[in-house]
């Protein structure tokens, strides 16, 4: 069963900067893509970005687009966001996901694996 651990998440103010980890263990298949959602007070869980991870391609939702990457570290099973120019609204339970064939990224139901999620609160 992979497991996925996610790291990174904090208080911050309006503005800043936070970069989130996530890092992949027990992974003995193939990983077709990894992800990032957010799930903030009262909502549901929302698509964030995705990294294609045998070619690296990368997705964003609109409010990610410009402000927040994706990336890889491939030795290290590892995905990361960072986020630069923080707003209220950001706020959320940010979870890693991981799904092993192609499909629609934008769906969780889509992804078969989920990290615990980690905290990103950021204040005005």
């Known amino acids: 069963q992979v497991q996925l651990v996610e790291s990174g998440g904090g208080l911050v103010q309006a503005g800043d900067s936070l970069r989130l980890s996530c890092r992949a263990s027990?992974?003995?298949?193939?990983?077709?893509?990894r992800a990032w959602f957010r799930q903030g007070p009262g909502k549901e869980r929302e698509f964030v970005a995705a990294l294609i991870w045998s070619n690296g391609n990368t997705y964003y939702s609109d409010s990610a687009k410009g402000r927040f990457t994706i990336s890889r570290d491939y030795s290290k099973d590892t995905v990361y966001l960072q986020m630069n120019s923080l707003k209220p609204e950001d706020t959320a339970l940010y979870y890693c996901?991981?799904?092993?064939?192609?499909?629609?990224?934008?769906?969780?139901?889509?992804?078969?694996?989920w990290g615990q999620g980690t905290q990103v609160t950021v204040s005005s």
């Open positions: 027990n992974r003995h298949g193939s990983s077709y893509a």
């Open positions: 996901a991981h799904k092993t064939s192609p499909g629609q990224l934008i769906v969780t139901t889509e992804y078969e694996h």
